[in-house]
């Protein structure tokens, strides 16, 4: 009612001025669109490139305009945009409400100059379902990762048991590479837009992806993704390929020497060791240990082996076989219910390496987490635990360097068991 009194009592100026003084401009546009059609157009085309209010004014005109009369309408016009600027020209075309196959071949036969306007302001989310993958992969390639991300998260939505047919792995794989390392003019949607870049790495699983792709993938997002989504990919790969694992210690560790300082290194090569570090410190599935559970000592011991190798190549060796130790304490026992399992406690006897029985040992306690604590039973569990690695080093006796970094087990365990009974004790003698 208000844009009917307003166009009847001065027309497009005074149109102008309400769209200048609301918070919706568009809206008024489009309103006047139902009421006076084209008969708006010489005072309302030449503001299609516009900003501000009398911009979205002039493109919720042209909105209703399409909407009323279809994609027809917009050729029409621009059939006459011989003097029309870029701006002008991309505005009409982001007026189009719902953007669909017609719109975009429109697009396409603008100069450049319009294209590349109209790709950085498009509204994609209101883009028809058949040609999101199109849109897509413009806006990957326009610098607008980050929106194509959504775009394609959008289509997996709608598009249920039908979407690895529907959505290409390729094209998925290619807009999660260039949000991680760009060109990109969206590294502000980082942050937020950390489902999608789960929801499409867990696309790319479901489809039977290259596994070593996806593993670089969730390397690169490793730091977006460390909270809510596990580098599962990565985590395979890490445990298959030794040579992977040597290049990201490689990352992370200098090379013994090296008298570098973190200083020294670039921002990029700073954010590859601790992507690196990130990736190492999540990797959760040991070599050698099937998805049931069991072990398959000579892929371990190959492993180990291997990267071993590689380390002592590149002269890190000394750190990476702490590390080593580390990520094989999480093995799980095997069939004769000892800890370690058989295959580690044999590369601890024939290893004779220091810094990998430290890491066992301190794995072994790290992969505990968070210990509660009871005032009333102390160092019960404590004890228990000591217990156990006693009983463990006794049947382990005939391989002297596993049985001795049990028994440290055993003590530490014993230690923390008495410093709980004094808690216990301070804790019972301050209740009245």
Same mark, same amino acid.
Do not use: C
């Given at each position: 009612?208000?844009?009917?009194? *307003?166009?009847?009592?001065?027309?497009?100026?005074?149109?102008?001025?309400?769209?200048?003084? $609301?918070?919706?401009?568009?809206?008024?546009?489009?309103?006047?669109?139902?009421?006076?059609?084209? %008969?708006?157009?010489?005072? %309302?085309?030449?503001?299609?490139?516009?900003?501000?209010?009398?911009?979205?004014?002039?493109?919720?005109? @042209?909105?209703?305009?399409?909407?009323?009369?279809?994609?027809?309408?917009?050729?029409?016009?621009?059939?006459?945009?011989?003097?029309?600027?870029?701006?002008?020209?991309?505005?009409?075309?982001?007026?189009?409400?719902?953007?669909?196959?017609?719109?975009?071949?429109? *697009?396409?036969?603008?100069?450049?100059?319009?294209?590349?306007?109209?790709?950085?302001?498009?509204?994609?989310?209101?883009?028809?379902?058949?040609?999101?993958?199109?849109?897509?992969?413009?806006?990957?390639?326009?610098?607008?990762?980050?929106?194509?991300?959504? $775009?394609?998260?959008?289509?997996?939505?709608?598009?249920?048991?039908?979407?690895?047919?529907?959505?290409?792995?390729?094209? $998925?794989?290619?807009?999660?590479?260039?949000?991680?390392?760009?060109? =990109?003019?969206?590294?502000?949607?980082?942050?937020?837009?950390?489902?999608?870049?789960?929801?499409?790495?867990?696309?790319?699983?479901?489809?039977?992806?290259?596994?070593?792709?996806?593993?670089?993938?969730?390397?690169?997002?490793?730091?977006?993704?460390?909270?809510?989504?596990?580098?599962?990919?990565?985590?395979?790969?890490?445990?298959?390929?030794?040579?992977?694992?040597?290049?990201?210690?490689?990352?992370?560790? #200098?090379?013994?020497?090296?008298?570098?300082?973190?200083?020294?290194?670039? #921002?990029?090569?700073?954010?590859?060791?601790? @992507?690196?570090?990130?990736?190492?410190?999540?990797?959760?599935?040991?070599?050698? *240990?099937?998805?049931?559970?069991?072990?398959?000592?000579?892929?371990?011991?190959?492993?180990?082996?291997? @990267?071993?190798? %590689?380390?002592?190549? =590149?002269?890190?060796?000394?750190?990476?076989?702490?590390?080593?130790?580390?990520?094989?304490?999480?093995?799980?026992?095997?069939?004769?219910?000892?800890? #370690?399992?058989?295959?580690?406690?044999?590369?601890?006897?024939?290893?004779?390496?220091? #810094?990998?029985?430290?890491?066992?040992?301190?794995?072994?306690?790290? =992969?505990?987490?968070? $210990?509660?604590?009871?005032?009333?039973?102390?160092?019960?569990?404590?004890?228990?635990?000591?217990?156990?690695?006693?009983?463990?080093?006794?049947?382990?006796?005939?391989?002297?360097?596993?049985?001795?970094?049990?028994?440290?087990?055993?003590?530490?365990?014993?230690?923390?068991?008495?410093?709980?009974?004094?808690?216990?004790?301070?804790?019972?003698?301050?209740?009245?």
């Amino acid at each position: 009612m208000a844009v009917r009194e *307003v166009l009847d009592g001065g027309g497009a100026d005074d149109l102008l001025a309400l769209g200048r003084a $609301v918070t919706m401009p568009a809206a008024v546009g489009w309103a006047a669109g139902e009421i006076r059609g084209d %008969l708006l157009a010489d005072d %309302l085309v030449p503001l299609l490139g516009a900003d501000g209010g009398d911009g979205e004014v002039a493109r919720g005109w @042209a909105g209703e305009r399409i909407h009323a009369e279809s994609t027809d309408w917009t050729r029409r016009h621009l059939g006459r945009a011989s003097s029309w600027s870029a701006a002008q020209q991309a505005g009409l075309l982001l007026a189009d409400p719902r953007p669909t196959a017609a719109l975009l071949a429109l *697009v396409s036969q603008r100069h450049e100059d319009v294209q590349a306007l109209f790709w950085r302001r498009m509204n994609a989310f209101l883009a028809d379902s058949d040609i999101r993958p199109i849109v897509a992969q413009e806006l990957a390639d326009r610098g607008r990762p980050w929106s194509a991300m959504q $775009v394609l998260v959008i289509h997996l939505g709608v598009s249920g048991e039908d979407a690895a047919a529907l959505v290409d792995v390729g094209l $998925v794989e290619a807009v999660l590479e260039r949000a991680a390392i760009g060109p =990109s003019d969206e590294s502000y949607l980082a942050a937020r837009n950390s489902w999608e870049a789960g929801r499409l790495l867990d696309h790319l699983e479901s489809a039977g992806s290259d596994i070593s792709t996806r593993a670089r993938l969730e390397f690169l997002y490793i730091h977006l993704l460390q909270f809510s989504r596990p580098a599962r990919a990565l985590s395979t790969a890490l445990a298959t390929d030794a040579a992977l694992f040597a290049e990201l210690f490689s990352y992370v560790h #200098p090379a013994e020497g090296d008298e570098s300082t973190e200083e020294d290194l670039t #921002p990029e090569r700073r954010a590859i060791a601790l @992507a690196g570090f990130a990736a190492i410190r999540s990797w959760d599935r040991p070599p050698g *240990v099937r998805p049931d559970g069991t072990i398959d000592g000579d892929q371990l011991r190959a492993w180990v082996t291997e @990267a071993r190798r %590689l380390l002592a190549e =590149s002269g890190r060796l000394r750190v990476g076989d702490s590390v080593i130790g580390g990520i094989l304490a999480h093995v799980p026992t095997d069939a004769d219910g000892v800890w #370690p399992a058989a295959p580690v406690r044999d590369l601890i006897e024939d290893l004779e390496s220091d #810094p990998f029985d430290s890491g066992i040992l301190s794995g072994q306690i790290n =992969s505990r987490g968070v $210990v509660s604590w009871s005032p009333t039973s102390g160092g019960a569990s404590g004890r228990a635990l000591a217990e156990q690695f006693r009983e463990w080093a006794r049947r382990v006796a005939d391989q002297p360097k596993t049985s001795a970094l049990l028994r440290q087990l055993a003590s530490y365990d014993e230690a923390w068991a008495r410093r709980e009974d004094d808690q216990s004790q301070e804790f019972v003698d301050r209740d009245p």
